[in-house]
């Protein structure tokens, strides 16, 4: 397969992806396409992500997860991508809008 050829399957499952606007419809697409082994890689890399961005140590993180420096410090590497760093903005919108939910909710109930 040539790096053309890749790049249009790729840019193919990008958009599928973009596609399937519901959580629940890519956990499954991605558990019924992906095998156990793929699907544990994946999400172990988004844990290591989560826990780098909130400053855990390296080895804290290879000690948790089972999985070795290099792993981590590629996870790292990506931290530094504009991709990741567009990731991160959001996900920390989301905590701070379901934290504010939270209060506003807890607040409305006890008025």
């Known amino acids: 397969m040539t790096n053309t050829d890749t790049d249009k399957l790729l840019s193919q499952f990008s958009e599928l992806l973009a596609d399937l606007h519901d959580p629940d419809d890519v956990a499954a697409f991605f558990q019924q396409f992906l095998s156990e082994s793929e699907v544990q890689a994946i999400t172990k890399r ?5 826990l780098l961005s909130q400053n855990a140590s390296y080895h804290d993180i290879q000690e948790e997860l089972k999985v070795s420096s290099a792993t981590v410090a590629s996870a790292a590497a990506f931290l ?13 919108i989301a905590r701070w809008a379901d934290k504010w939910s939270q209060k506003l909710s807890s607040f409305i109930s006890h008025s």
């Open 46 to 50: 988004l844990e290591i992500v989560r």
């Open 80 to 92: 530094e991508t504009d991709i990741a760093k567009k990731i991160m903005y959001h996900v920390s």
